[in-house]
C-alpha cells in the first residue's frame, strides 16, 4: 500500500525526494545496488538484471542488462554491486562461479566487459575497493577468496580461509588494505590484501554459519554481523581480540545487514526465511526494534540505504518480484504495539519483572504481602535523551530473589548424567531411570517409568506353577487369571465340602470367573446339590471386606467354623500299596458312591490324606488375554509426555521419545519432536553437559536435531612452522618436513590427544596445556 507521505533532503548541491512506492519486476531479485548519486538502481535475480531510475513518484526502467538469443548462466546472478567512483563500472557474481564486470559506457547493446572463470563453484558474494576503482574482491562457495585487477585477465591474489564456503566479504572503509570475511562455519575473519598467505585475525562469532557482515561508516573499528543464530553482533575490531559491543537478538535467521548512514546505533536487517519484514534496529534497545517495514509479501532478499548521507530512503529487493523504496517517517514502530510488562524466571528460579516507573512508583507504598519471603531489590535504567521514544523507554525492574539453595537444579544435572537413554533391553532402560528418579525423590517420574516397562515389555508366558492360585487369606493373586484351586490353600469354610454327596449320574462343570472386583463361582444349572452341608452359592473377592477372601452370601445363617479333625494314617490297616499320585476328586466320589464297595472302604477313601496340589476346579486355558496391545496405550503416552513438556520437565520428554523410538514417534509431529529436543539440549549446553548433550543429538529420532552433529566437522590444519595446510597423509609438512604436533611445553612430539589454544594457537599434550 503506498503512502503519501514525501522527504526532500539537502545533500550538497543537490537535493533527495520521494515518498514509499513500489514497483512489480518480471522475476524475483537476488540482490540490489545503488549508484553514487543515488538515483538509479540495479536489481540482480536469476531471471533478471535491470537497472531502474529512482523518480519522484516511480520507479523508471532504464536498462535491461540481459541480451542475447541464447539464455546464459552468466547472466545468473547471485549478487551484484555498483562502484562508488565509477558510476558505470557495474560487477555480479554468476551462480556457475563466474564473476563478470559491465561497462555501461559502452555503445554497443551487450554491456558485458570482463569475465573471471577461476572459481570453482558459486559466487557468493563481490565487493569492490571503496577508493581503488581497478580492485574487486570475491567469495565463492568453494571457499576461496580472489582479489581481482580490472586491467588483468587473471586474479592478482588467492586466499584460503581453510574453511567452509565464504558467505560475504566487505572491504573496511577506513582501513585501506583490510578487508573481511564470514564463513559457513561461524567464523569471521580479518585479512590484508598484501598478504594472502595467512590471515590476519580469526574469530567464532556465531553458533552456526554467518551470512552477512557491514563495517560502520563512522566507526572504524565496528563490524557488525548476522548469521543463521538469529543474532546480530557488533564487535570492536581494535583491541587486540575481537570484543562484542553490542548483540541484537531477532525472530529469524539474519540475510543481510546494513548500517544506518547518520545514525551512530543503528542498523537495518532483513531475514532468509520465514520473515518477510524489515527491521531498523537501535543496537542500545536489542530486543524492540526501532522501526519496522512491512511491504514485502515473500522473503527480503536485498537492502540498501539510497545515500551514505541520507537516514530517510532504504531500498529493498524480495521474491516477490517487488522493488521498494521505504520511507522511514512511514515504517510502523513495534515499541507503539509491545507489551509494557514483562516476566522472566531465571535459570535458578529467581523471578524478574518489569514495568512501567509510573506503575511502581503508584505501587511504592503498598507493603508486601504474607506471601512474600524477601523484598524486591529495584533497578532503575538510566535513559539516554537522544535515545528515540524515550517517553515510551522509562521502566523499572524488580528482581525477585529465591532463598539460597531453595532453587538448586542438582536433581536435573544428576538425572542427566545417570539416565540411560540406549544400549541395553527396553525394560532393563526403564528400570534403571525409574531407580534414578526414585533416589533422587521424584517419586511421579519413577513411576511413570514402571508404568511404560509394564505397557511396553511382553513379561512372556509364566510358569505352570505360577498359574496355581489360592483363594484362602494367605493367598496373594498376582495374575488375573486362575488355574485351580489347591486344597491346602483352601479357606477352612470349605473343609467339608470334600465330602459332599452328590446325586448320581449328575456331571456338572464349575465355572471360575474372575474381574477386578470380584471372584465369581457358580454352577452351569445355578442348582443348590442335594444333601450339601454348606450353601452352593458363595462368592470370592473384595466384597466390603478383606481382599482375596471368602464370603457367604447370607452372613446372618453362617455355619461357624469348625476345625477339621483327620486320623493319623497308621490307625487304619492298608489294603493296597500306595501309589505317589492319588487318584482325582472323580474317582474317589464314584467309588465312595459305588454300591460294591463295603462301608468300611468308602469311609477310608473319604478320610485318607490328598495331596496338597491336588485341583478341584481346573481351567485348562485362559478364559480372555490378560495383555492389551501396547498401540492401546499410545494416546496415553502422547498425552503423558506433552504434560511433562507443559510442566516444564523436558528433560522426562525427550528422555522417553529416545528411549521408546519408534513406538511413539509416529504419533507425535515432527515440529513438537523438534521443540522439545533443542529445549532440552540448550538446557544442557547451558549447564556445560557437553556430552550428555552431545549424546542426545546422536540419539534423536527427530532428523532436523540429529544432524546438528554433522555440520563444520572438518578440521583443517596449517603447519606451524612454514603455515601451509597440512596434507591428510600424516603429521609432516609436506613443504618444511617438520613434524606440526610438538608440545610447546616440553618441545616433544604428541602422540595421541593433541591440545591447543584457539587464541594463540600453542599447544601441546593435555596435562602440561591444562
Not at 548469521?227 to 562484542?244: C, F, I, N, P, S
Not at 541395553?424 to 513411576?447: F, I, M, S, T, Y
Request: glycine share 6%; charged share 25%; aromatic share 8%.
Amino acid at each position: 500500500m503506498e503512502k503519501m507521505s514525501r522527504v526532500t533532503t539537502a545533500l550538497g548541491g543537490s537535493a533527495l525526494t520521494g515518498r514509499t512506492m513500489h514497483c512489480h519486476l518480471d522475476a524475483p531479485a537476488n540482490a540490489i545496488s545503488v549508484c553514487r548519486d543515488a538515483a538509479q538502481v540495479v536489481v540482480a535475480g536469476r531471471s533478471i538484471f535491470k537497472i531502474y531510475a529512482i523518480e519522484d513518484e516511480q520507479f523508471v526502467e532504464k536498462l535491461n542488462l540481459r541480451v542475447g538469443r541464447k539464455p546464459s548462466l552468466n547472466l545468473s546472478c547471485a549478487d551484484v554491486v555498483w562502484h562508488q567512483m565509477d558510476e558505470n563500472l557495474l560487477a555480479t557474481a554468476a551462480t556457475n562461479g563466474v564473476v563478470v564486470t559491465w561497462n555501461l559506457g559502452r555503445p554497443s547493446r551487450n554491456k558485458q566487459d570482463q569475465l573471471f572463470t577461476e572459481h570453482k563453484r558459486t559466487v557468493n558474494k563481490v565487493c569492490f575497493h571503496p577508493t581503488e576503482a581497478h580492485v574487486l574482491l570475491s567469495g565463492s562457495q568453494d571457499g576461496f577468496m580472489k582479489c581481482f585487477d580490472l586491467r588483468r585477465k587473471d586474479s592478482v591474489s588467492t586466499f584460503s580461509g581453510q574453511s567452509e564456503s565464504v558467505r560475504d566479504v566487505q572491504f573496511s572503509i577506513r582501513d585501506y588494505f583490510t578487508f573481511a570475511s564470514t564463513f559457513e562455519n561461524g567464523n569471521v575473519q580479518l585479512w590484508d590484501i598484501r598478504r594472502p598467505d595467512r590471515c590476519e585475525r580469526m574469530f567464532t562469532a556465531h553458533n552456526g554459519p554467518v551470512f552477512c557482515c557491514d563495517w560502520h561508516p563512522e566507526d572504524r573499528g565496528w563490524l557488525a554481523t548476522g548469521g543463521r543464530d538469529k543474532m546480530v553482533k557488533v564487535w570492536d575490531m581494535t583491541t587486540h581480540r575481537a570484543k562484542e559491543v553490542h548483540c541484537v537478538q531477532t525472530i529469524a535467521s539474519v540475510a543481510r545487514v546494513k548500517w544506518r548512514p547518520e545514525c551512530r546505533h543503528h542498523l537495518a536487517t532483513c531475514s532468509m526465511m520465514v520473515d518477510h519484514n524489515i527491521y531498523v534496529w537501535d543496537v542500545r534497545r536489542p530486543f524492540v526494534p526501532a522501526a519496522m517495514f512491512e511491504e514485502h509479501r515473500d522473503v527480503t532478499t536485498g537492502i540498501a540505504w539510497r545515500h551514505p548521507h541520507d537516514p530517510s530512503f532504504l531500498l529493498s529487493g524480495s521474491k516477490d518480484s517487488t522493488l521498494c523504496q521505504h520511507l522511514f517517517r512511514d515504517a510502523s514502530q513495534p515499541v507503539e504495539r509491545a507489551n509494557p510488562e514483562g516476566l522472566c524466571y531465571g535459570l535458578f528460579g529467581d523471578l524478574a519483572f518489569a514495568a512501567k516507573e509510573s506503575l511502581v512508583a503508584a505501587e511504592s507504598g503498598r507493603k508486601p504481602y504474607a506471601g512474600d519471603r524477601r523484598h524486591p531489590i529495584f533497578f532503575k535504567r538510566k535513559l539516554d535523551p537522544a535515545e528515540p521514544f524515550v517517553g515510551l523507554a522509562s521502566s523499572a525492574l524488580s528482581v525477585f530473589e529465591i532463598e539460597p539453595g531453595s532453587g538448586s537444579m542438582n536433581w536435573f544435572v544428576d538425572t542427566a548424567e545417570r539416565y540411560a537413554l540406549a544400549g541395553r533391553p527396553l525394560a532393563e532402560l526403564c528400570d534403571h531411570n525409574a531407580k534414578v528418579a526414585r533416589e533422587l525423590g521424584r517419586n511421579q517420574v519413577a513411576q511413570t517409568w514402571t508404568m511404560l516397562r509394564i505397557i511396553y515389555c511382553s513379561p512372556g508366558l509364566a510358569p505352570a506353577t505360577s498359574l496355581n492360585h489360592s483363594v484362602g487369606k494367605g493367598s496373594s493373586c498376582g495374575l488375573p487369571l486362575m488355574n485351580s484351586f489347591n486344597l491346602k490353600d483352601m479357606a477352612p469354610g470349605l473343609g467339608s465340602e470334600t465330602r459332599l454327596d452328590r446325586s448320581k449320574g449328575d456331571t456338572r462343570s464349575d465355572t471360575v470367573l474372575l474381574d477386578s472386583s470380584a471372584t465369581l463361582i457358580t454352577n452351569e444349572d445355578n442348582e443348590e446339590t442335594e444333601g450339601s452341608d454348606v450353601p452352593a452359592d458363595y462368592l470370592l473377592g473384595d466384597v466390603e471386606g478383606e481382599e482375596d477372601e471368602l464370603y457367604l452370601l447370607d452372613p446372618e445363617h453362617a455355619h461357624p467354623e469348625e476345625p477339621e479333625y483327620v486320623l493319623p494314617q497308621e490307625a487304619f490297616p492298608l489294603r493296597h500299596e500306595i501309589v505317589d499320585t492319588p487318584p482325582g476328586p472323580e474317582h474317589l466320589q464314584d467309588k465312595a458312591d459305588s454300591p460294591h464297595v463295603s462301608g468300611s472302604e468308602a469311609d477310608a477313601a473319604s478320610s485318607a490324606p490328598m495331596d496338597s496340589s491336588f485341583s478341584l476346579i481346573s481351567v485348562s486355558h485362559a478364559l480372555y488375554d490378560s495383555r492389551l496391545p501396547p498401540d492401546f496405550f499410545s494416546a496415553l503416552v502422547c498425552d503423558m509426555l506433552r504434560f511433562y513438556a507443559e510442566q516444564g520437565d523436558v528433560q522426562m520428554a525427550v528422555s522417553v521419545l529416545i528411549v521408546l523410538g519408534e513406538r511413539v514417534r509416529k504419533d507425535i509431529d515432527e515440529q513438537t519432536q523438534e521443540h522439545w529436543y533443542t529445549s532440552y539440549i540448550d538446557l544442557l549446553q547451558r549447564f556445560c553437559l557437553w556430552n550428555v548433550s552431545n549424546q542426545v543429538v546422536k540419539l534423536s529420532t527427530s532428523r532436523a536435531v540429529s544432524c546438528l552433529n554433522q555440520a563444520s566437522t572438518t578440521l583443517h590444519v596449517n603447519c606451524s612452522h612454514c603455515k601451509r595446510p597440512m596434507s591428510s597423509r600424516g603429521w609432516v609438512c609436506d613443504r618444511c618436513h617438520r613434524c606440526a604436533s610438538m608440545c610447546a611445553v616440553c618441545h616433544h612430539v604428541v602422540k595421541g590427544l593433541f591440545v591447543w589454544c584457539q587464541g594463540c594457537s600453542h599447544g601441546g599434550h593435555l596435562q602440561h596445556i591444562m
